[in-house]
């Protein structure tokens, strides 16, 4: 008789699942529970919107493909001490978020005393720093006063050096070992192909916050402001907790679908471990690397064309950072920076494996790390770089030393390196979103990317994260400002049931 029941009660149960959504389900299915907002993603952007939403009162799940939370935000021990590998400055004090969250709990330090600037040969030689900037201010001048919006700052700087070859204060010669540091500083890309190079239009559009650029988390690390956006003691004692799910890949965003009894439109999230999420609306804070490489498995349907267009032309630039302890502090002062030029005759002492070698344009002292310094590497060299060996890079390291350093200064012995490899990490593929030269003549922009996606007039799908924002991409507080912003839509819009 029980059995019966069972069967009966099953029968029925089968035919309400089928009637609402039109398919078969499975009993686990049956026990569907709609979430007011799933948030695709935890780094800065993601974690911003989730705190917020969750403050607020909605029901809100947060879906993360790596097993911790922060994305480009990654703080790690290392000599002793913790390092940024992604993200490590709060750039500027005006109008920036990171500033306003951060400052209250006196979490921001400036650098101590003025920073030491050395230009330096790939042959050893140093330059007298005063005529090295004199070329690079002129670059940058000439980029604001003559630039044309339609070319990539890389075909701008180099046709112009060709125009005006030398930089009259001092005679200076333009050299291409010049162009391609200042091209680096600038990860301008496009030396390739110029439509991926960054856009003159683009410089104008992002701005810088005033104030300090290089305010250091006094040795705790970017990682402090994901606590504080979740209000962690002991910046609140009223910590805000929302459900976070680490390992889970989203694979499938469907975002047409009516609910049957209501009405109104849901959101399906599909992970790859097969998990199920529903939900009023969604927030994906992905980087434009990954919509680059899944948005056409990712969405369902396919996203509109101004969309994918914002999706192909604005473009990710690739940097690493290369963090080397050594036995003792060999440099004659901190904070201080060495640039390196690299001249062409000195690429060739590097054989094809090492050329990424000749990519690293730059070290610079590390705060509350007197026996480190962080060494950068940007574009193809990165991607090399992060092809090698911790035990490679560690040897290229050591021949970068040998050969570039050891001419003036008494290098002491590498204790050990950390690196990054951003572009191999496959839920990121790399460091900065900027706008190319492609988005100006094929269309595209971090507000088409920002626009959310509607179904039935009601906004299902919202973009967020720094590739959205347009004038704070490629910085943190651009990734929190806009996941901020699309969570209070969220809050001011999404019905309550
Ligand atoms: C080397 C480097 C140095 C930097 N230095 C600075 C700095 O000093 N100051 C500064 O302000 N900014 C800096 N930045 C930039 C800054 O880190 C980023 O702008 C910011 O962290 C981006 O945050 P986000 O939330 O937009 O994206 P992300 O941090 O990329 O977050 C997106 C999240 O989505 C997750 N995800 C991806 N795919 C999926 C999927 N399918 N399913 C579920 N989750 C997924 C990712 O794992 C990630 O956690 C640096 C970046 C790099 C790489």
């Known amino acids: 008789m029980e059995d019966q029941i069972a069967v009966e009660l099953k029968k ?5 699942s089928k009637s609402k959504t039109g398919t078969e389900e499975s009993p686990e299915e049956q026990k569907r529970t709609l979430k007011d907002v799933v948030v695709i993603g935890c780094g800065a952007s993601g974690i911003a919107a989730l705190s917020k939403l969750q403050e607020s009162g909605l029901d809100v799940v947060g879906l993360e493909a790596a097993d911790r939370i922060g994305g480009r935000i990654h703080t790690t021990e290392f000599a002793g001490g913790v390092v940024d590998i992604g993200a490590a400055w709060c750039h500027g004090e005006e109008n920036n978020i990171v500033y306003e969250l951060a400052s209250p709990h006196d979490l921001l330090g400036k650098p101590e005393g003025t920073e030491e600037e050395w230009f330096i040969f790939s042959n050893g030689t140093l330059m007298p720093t005063g005529n090295a900037r004199a070329v690079i201010t002129e670059f940058t001048d000439a980029l604001h006063a003559r630039g044309q919006k339609e070319k990539s700052i890389s075909q701008f700087i180099r046709e112009d050096a060709e125009k005006y070859p030398i930089v009259e204060l001092g005679k200076i010669p333009k050299t291409k070992p010049f162009i391609e540091w200042y091209e680096r500083d600038n990860h301008v890309g496009g030396q390739d192909d110029p439509k991926k190079g960054k856009s003159i239009n683009g410089l104008h559009e992002h701005k810088i916050c005033n104030g300090e650029f290089w305010l ?12 504080v956006l979740l209000n962690k003691p002991p910046y609140s004692e009223k910590p805000i907790t929302p459900d976070i799910k680490l390992n889970k890949v ?11 009894d209501t009405k109104k439109p849901y959101v399906e999230v599909l992970c790859e471990d097969g998990t199920k999420f529903e939900a009023k609306t969604a927030v994906i804070t992905v980087s434009i690397g990954v919509l680059k490489e899944s948005h056409k498995q990712l969405f369902t349907p396919a996203l509109p064309d101004v969309k994918v267009k914002s999706i192909d032309n604005l473009q990710l630039c690739v940097l690493d950072k290369i963090y080397i302890e050594f036995a003792t502090q060999w440099w004659p002062s901190s904070p201080a920076s060495f640039k390196i030029i690299w001249k062409e005759e000195n690429k060739q002492e590097f054989s094809a494996d090492e050329k990424w070698i000749t990519e690293i344009y730059g070290l610079r002292t590390v705060e509350h790390h007197p026996k480190v310094l962080l060494a950068w590497i940007y574009g193809k060299g990165a991607e090399e770089m992060e092809g090698k060996s911790e035990a490679e890079v560690e040897a290229g390291v050591n021949k970068l030393m040998d050969k570039v350093f050891s001419l003036n200064f008494e290098v002491s012995k590498i204790v050990s390196i950390k690196r990054s490899q951003w572009a191999k990490n496959k839920f990121v593929r790399g460091a900065y979103s900027y706008r ?12 088409d990317l920002a626009t959310p996606l509607e179904y039935n007039g009601t906004p299902v799908v919202y973009f967020a994260g720094e590739a959205t924002s347009i004038e704070h991409h490629n ?3 651009g990734a929190i400002e806009t996941g901020r912003e699309v969570a209070d839509k969220i809050v001011k819009t999404l019905p309550r049931n």
């Open 250 to 260: 989203v694979t499938s965003i469907k975002w047409q679908l009516e609910d049957v």
């Open 436 to 447: 190319s030269v492609a988005t100006e003549e094929l269309g595209g922009s971090a507000s």
């Open 12 to 16: 029925r149960l089968d035919l309400e």
């Open 475 to 477: 910085a943190v507080h």
């Open 216 to 227: 250091n988390w006094k040795g705790k690390g970017y990682k402090t402001i994901l606590d």
